[in-house]
């Protein structure tokens, strides 16, 4: 978004990818080893290709990413009563030099570019980001919905000024993510028309990974142990098309968050759109006979006693 709005690019650039970029002496790699060939905005998302975000960062610089960061919700600490609401850090030149006493590097914006380096946010932050990628709006989180039946006014939140197009090219490629032919979160999308989910699948890396890994291929997430794991993350909304729910999911040390998290998120969401069980119709045909055997071992409580079932054995 800080590209298309600063004019650097357009929804139709395209930018190659050979699986990394070279800066500095320096390799920063794409997640795909092999590349993604030619890639497009709407490809860079669905198939989150990491080399389309290093070379336009670059390009629109880390000021300008950071500014349209706030304005999404990072870096931002929201009025709300809790103790643990943190603000992050949505670093930028001058949050460095202040910080660190350093001047800010390319390869940090690189590492920016795509949540990585200085980056800090939490999932209430990733939640509101979303909320307003979907709306356009300033959205703004609140805990308390009502107080003795009574409930509480919601002011309109206020338009983020973003050109229409731009933020429909954006809400393209998340449809993409879930709902595309290659897209990362395809397995876990929701087949109901009503209720289709839009969302962005990421990975947060934990450990460095040396050139000579690299080299002779990075080990898999499955054969590290527990805690040198990615954490694996999951951004999205739905419906689609009338957006009421944005979710964020992040599963420590999970993996891939197309595997552990969107599954998750798209879960919560059905649950809240259908206000209960939802209807195994929801899901992908291939996927409704495993969803229904899990369904029928889950000991789900009463919703009146809040008693759980007791299970017998044959």
């Not at 998340?174 to 979160?185: K, Q």
């Not at 450990?207 to 040198?228: F, H, K, T």
């Not at 899990?294 to 007791?310: K, S, Y």
Request: hydrophobic content about 40%.
């Amino acid at each position: 978004l800080a590209a298309l709005e600063a004019g650097v690019i357009t929804a139709d650039t395209r930018v190659s990818c050979p699986g990394y970029i070279e800066f500095g002496g320096r390799r920063f790699h794409c997640w795909k080893r092999a590349g993604h060939g030619t890639v497009s905005l709407q490809r860079s998302l669905s198939e989150s290709c990491d080399v389309y975000y290093y070379d336009i960062a670059q390009k629109v610089g880390i000021d300008k990413i950071a500014e349209m960061g706030r304005r999404l919700g990072l870096g931002q600490r929201f009025d709300l009563p809790m103790s643990a609401v943190t603000e992050g850090i949505m670093p930028d030149k001058a949050w460095k030099m202040e910080r660190h006493k350093q001047d800010w590097r390319i390869g940090d914006t690189i590492n920016a570019s795509i949540g990585q380096g200085y980056v800090l946010t939490s999932p209430l932050q990733l939640a509101v980001m979303t909320a307003r990628i979907a709306s356009g709006r300033a959205v703004a989180p609140r805990l308390v919905r009502m107080v003795n039946d009574q409930a509480l006014p919601v002011p309109e939140a206020p338009p983020l000024g973003l050109t229409p197009e731009h933020l429909a090219a954006v809400q393209q490629g998340m449809y993409e993510v879930v709902n595309g032919e290659r897209g990362t979160a395809k397995s876990s999308r929701i087949v109901d028309p009503t209720l289709v989910m839009a969302g962005k699948t990421g990975t947060s890396q934990v450990r460095n990974i040396s050139a000579a890994e690299r080299e002779s291929g990075v080990i898999s997430n499955d054969d590290l142990p527990w805690n040198r794991r990615d954490h694996a993350l999951y951004v999205g909304y739905a419906p689609y098309d009338a957006p009421r729910y944005a979710i964020s999911v992040v599963v420590e040390h999970g993996g891939g968050g197309s595997t552990a998290a969107a599954p998750i998120a798209r879960d919560i969401l059905l649950r809240a759109l259908s206000n209960g069980m939802p209807s195994l119709d929801a899901y992908p045909s291939s996927q409704r006979g495993r969803i229904e055997t899990m369904l029928n071992e889950l000991p789900l409580r009463d919703p009146v006693t809040g008693i759980a079932p007791v299970r017998t054995r044959a």
